[in-house]
Each structure stands twice: as structure tokens, then as C-alpha cells.
């Protein structure tokens, strides 16, 4: 018990140095020891801003390294900064799209912080989350972002994979595929892209505008010249000019496309119930969330809710465990609370042996284009109009 009490409180204090690190990204912890540490931070930023040139730069000018072109149409749905901008909701709904136009559609993600499988499912280090009719891998293997996409997209190949090169190949030769989608692919260099859709978060766009470790910016603000679309997310109201502004200073040619995630209805975690969207009007609420941007999800909640009771943070993609729950819906439950609501990220996330004490549902989210509906169809029907073979609407790396 003294062992497990001692990993206990190892685990715990990794946590919180997780969280105060997390605050110092975001800017959310203004303490003096929080400012002092990102002091420490800011020259490794300068490192990481000389790596990330000098990679584009070398992919550039194919020197050392190279970028593969693929047998197939490849898109990439990513951003400037590190997670929280809404880039799978848009991957549903672009492959729902492309599926309707006749496209036979397999995405390709990284599978961040999945766990690693040997069996037969995984193809050697490719994984098959989906082969467009099963869903072979649950949350845990795939990944939390993979998994939602293969249970919410009948008809589309999921894969994971460190190297998508190699799962793009494994792709076009085992399923046939003709429009790979690199979800959070905007990194990715040694793939060829056809067409770049940035997506840039309207309630938090480019955070203290520094790179990490000392920021969220994993390349620069100018680097949204590397954009054909940009995809404003998050705007549910008009967004201030000088985001605007910004977007045009780096990249004048690009089409501004405005969405908006849009609830659509609740479902019970781990059950088949479903509730309509006035459903926590006159109730007691509480909700917990572990995703990189919570804000505009309490924000929303909080608008929908009678009064709410008790509210949770996590780190995002934390992997919630029996007995954590148990305590969190004790505290909820002596709170008042008498209906728990989470993001559906988080839902797939929560054990299927978990029982709430108190009713457990997610808010299932669609995106909805607020403005540049036909610019978006136009990006579509680009898509498919493009061959593999035919003139690429834009290069992996531009000039810097």
C-alpha cells in the first residue's frame, strides 16, 4: 500500500507539473514562479524557430531531405499551433463531402499518444483503425482524434502512423483509395501536398505569438503563406479585424473560410440514450473536459445549463481511470450536480466498466460553415477535380 500510496503522489506531483507547464504555454498562470520559468523557456524558443526554418528550407531546396509524392491526391487539415483549433470536426466533415462527390477517402493521422500494438491489426507499424466497414481499434490504441473519426465516418480508411509516407502507400496499394487526408498534417514535410486547409482558432489564433516551449506556435505567424485555404474556426461571431488583417499581411491569395462548432445533440457515454439540446435548461450541471482549449466548451455549456454546479479540468488527452471518476462524480454528486456532461473527445476516453452515480452525457459537435460556404464547396470540387497526376495547387514548403 506504501509503494502504491508512494507512485500515487509521484503521478500526482507529475501532474501538476504538467498543468503548470500547460499554464505557462497559455499564458494562464501569471504567477511570478510561472514568469520566471518562461523566462528560462524563451531562449530554447529561438532553438526551436532555427530547427523549423532550417527543416523548411532543406525540404525546399530537396536537399538532404525529400519530399515523397504519392500515386493518390493528398490534402492536409492542420494549424499553426499546438492542438484546440478544431481539426476534426472539419477531417468529418470533409470526407463526408468527398464521399458524396464518388472519392474513396482513407485519413491518416500520427495517432498521438495511442498505445503501441503488436498484432495482426496494426500491419506492421501501420495501424487500420478502420477498414471503412469495422472499427478494429478502440481509443487507446488508436488514439482518442483517430477513433472518434472511424466510429463517426462509415466508408473511410483510418490509419495510424508515425511515418505517413509509408501509411499513404500501404493506403493506395491495400484499400485503393484516390484522397488521402493528413489529419494535423501542416508539420508533416516528407508527403506531398495537393492543397493545405489552416485552420486558425478565432478565441485564441496564435497565443503569445511565441514558438515553443515558451509558446503554442509550432512555426511562425508568416508561415500561414503556406495556406490555400484558411479556415477561421470558432466564429461564431465576426472576428476582429486584426485577425483579418494578419491572416491577409502573410497570405493575400488564400480564401478566409468561417465555421463554427455547432451542438447537435447529447448522447449518453457508454449508452444509447439521446437528449435534445434544451435538455439541461432547468437542471443542476456539472462537466469536466480534458482537451487543449476548454474555454469556448465551458463557455457553451454554461449557456445551456440551469446553473452549474461543479466544473473539472484536465490536461488534454488525459486517460481517465475508474477510480478517479468515482471521486469526481462524489464531489459532483455532494455539489447538487444531476446530470454530468463532457466533450465527446473525452467520452472515449472514460473506461465502459465506469458507472456514474449521477447521468453521463457528451455533447456531440458538427461543423457548420458560418461564411465562405461556396469558397469551401470550391475547395471540394477543386479536390476532385485534381488527378494524381496533374498540377499540384501547392507546394509542401514555400519560400520562407
Not at 269 to 274: A, L, P, Q, S, T
Not at 303 to 315: D, I, P, Q, T, V
Not at 321 to 337: S, Y
Request: hydrophobic share 40%.
Amino acid at each position: 500500500m506504501k509503494h502504491q500510496s508512494g507512485l500515487d503522489w509521484v503521478k500526482q506531483k507529475w501532474n501538476d507539473f504538467e498543468s503548470f507547464v500547460e499554464g505557462v504555454l497559455y499564458d494562464r498562470d501569471l504567477s511570478i514562479s510561472a514568469r520566471l520559468f518562461g523566462l528560462i523557456l524563451n531562449p530554447f524558443s529561438y532553438i526551436f524557430y532555427g530547427i523549423v526554418w532550417s527543416r523548411l528550407l532543406l525540404y525546399s531546396k530537396s536537399f538532404l531531405l525529400h519530399t515523397t509524392r504519392l500515386d493518390c491526391l493528398v490534402i492536409v487539415v492542420g494549424n499553426l499551433t499546438m492542438g484546440g483549433t478544431g481539426k476534426t470536426p472539419v477531417v468529418e466533415r470533409l470526407s463526408r463531402e468527398l464521399q458524396a462527390k464518388g472519392k474513396k477517402v482513407a485519413v491518416l493521422s500520427r495517432g498521438y499518444k495511442s498505445k503501441e500494438e503488436n498484432s495482426s491489426k496494426t500491419q506492421g507499424s501501420t495501424k487500420v483503425v478502420s477498414d471503412g466497414h469495422r472499427v478494429l481499434l478502440d481509443s487507446e490504441e488508436a488514439g482518442d482524434e483517430p477513433y472518434m473519426l472511424a466510429h463517426n465516418l462509415p466508408g473511410v480508411i483510418v490509419l495510424t502512423d508515425k511515418d505517413r509516407v509509408r501509411a499513404g502507400k500501404f493506403a493506395i496499394k491495400e484499400f485503393g483509395v484516390d484522397v488521402l487526408i493528413l489529419d494535423d498534417g501542416f508539420q508533416y514535410l516528407p508527403i506531398h501536398a495537393d492543397m493545405n486547409l489552416l485552420l486558425v482558432d478565432q478565441l485564441n489564433p496564435f497565443g503569445n505569438r511565441k514558438l515553443l516551449p515558451r509558446g503554442i506556435l509550432r512555426e511562425p505567424v508568416r508561415h500561414l503563406s503556406r495556406a490555400s485555404y484558411v479556415l477561421v474556426t470558432k466564429s461564431e461571431v465576426e472576428p476582429q479585424l486584426e485577425l483579418l488583417e494578419t491572416i491577409r499581411r502573410h497570405n493575400r491569395n488564400a480564401e478566409i473560410i468561417r465555421c463554427a462548432h455547432k451542438p447537435k445533440v447529447f448522447r449518453e457515454v457508454n449508452g444509447k440514450i439521446e437528449q435534445k439540446l434544451n435538455f439541461l435548461y432547468e437542471l443542476h450541471v456539472g462537466m469536466f473536459s480534458g482537451i487543449a482549449s476548454p474555454r469556448g466548451f465551458e463557455q457553451l455549456i454554461h449557456r445551456m445549463s440551469g446553473e452549474l454546479r461543479y466544473k473539472k479540468r484536465f490536461l488534454d488527452h488525459h486517460r481517465y481511470e475508474k477510480e478517479e471518476l468515482d471521486r469526481l462524480f462524489q464531489q459532483a454528486k455532494n455539489a447538487g450536480v444531476e446530470v454530468m456532461v463532457t466533450t465527446e473527445k473525452d467520452a472515449v476516453r472514460i473506461p465502459e466498466q465506469f458507472k456514474p452515480v449521477i447521468p453521463l452525457y457528451y455533447l456531440r459537435m458538427e461543423i457548420e460553415i458560418v461564411e465562405g460556404y461556396e469558397d469551401f464547396e470550391e475547395a471540394v470540387s477543386s479536390i476532385c477535380a485534381l488527378t494524381p497526376n496533374g498540377q499540384p495547387l501547392l507546394s509542401t514548403a514555400q519560400s520562407l
